[in-house]
């Protein structure tokens, strides 16, 4: 298949999915109106105009089953949202990468890492001591998974930020997040970004030409 006619079909399927996402979010809010407060959109807001205590003020009582009944809610939404987001950024590492060149256990990761972030983000929210407890308990864990490619890094980067997206309730920036991603690397795919230097815009723009292709 001509590389034209594959991005043209790649885009076509990845904006159906992302349209039919849309409709199912607005479709849920119609049908379950009393469910949109504990749906993970919103979040920013309420980090931006919190204003933080002078002490923190650490309760010990146990908390109701309805208030750890919606936090579990939202965590679920929040965890389908962002394995959601992330399905069409791992279609373009298939779309990207030579069938040959394809790391499974990197492509479920990419999937499965969000899920994980979005927990400790949801664990960690609003309380510091958390955070540094948390802090220390990765840092005594040595990871062993090597990325094979620089670019992998760009997707692993992306499924932490979907995951503190939806950890935090703000899925609406995962969404943006998600979908910057997936149409600037199908575009640059497309274009071979780098790949030839000595075309005349990159010859004037680098004072290379043809016999320093090479180089």
């Known amino acids: 298949m001509r590389k034209s006619t594959r991005i043209l079909n790649s885009t076509f399927a990845i904006t159906a999915y992302f349209g039919l996402l849309i409709l199912l979010i607005f479709g849920i809010a119609q049908l379950f109106p009393s ?11 309420e980090l931006l105009t919190e204003v ?11 908390e109701k089953p309805e208030i750890v009944s919606r ?18 950024i791992s279609w373009v590492y298939f779309i990207t990468t030579r069938s040959k060149q394809i790391n499974r256990s990197f492509a479920q990761t990419m999937v499965v890492l969000p899920v994980i972030v979005a927990g400790i983000a949801m664990i960690v929210q609003n309380s510091l001591p958390l955070a540094f407890s948390l802090a220390g308990i990765v840092a005594a864990v040595r990871f062993r998974f090597a990325l094979e490619q ?8 992306a499924a932490i930020a979907v995951g503190l ?6 899925l609406g920036i995962a969404f943006v997040v998600s979908v910057g991603f997936v149409y600037i690397n199908l575009l640059l795919w497309k274009l071979d970004y780098g790949a030839d230097l000595t075309t005349p815009f990159f010859s004037f723009l680098t004072g290379r030409g043809r016999d320093d292709k090479n180089l």
């Not at 620089?150 to 980067?157: R, T, W």
């Open 35 to 45: 469910y949109q407060a504990l749906l993970p959109f919103g979040g920013v807001e």
């Open 52 to 62: 933080p205590d002078d002490a923190e003020v650490i309760s010990t009582f146990v």
């Open 71 to 88: 936090a579990a809610f939202t965590l679920g939404a929040a965890i389908l949202g962002a394995v959601l987001l992330m399905v069409p």
């Open 150 to 157: 620089p670019a992998h890094a760009l997707y692993i980067f």
């Open 165 to 170: 997206g939806a950890g935090i309730g703000a």
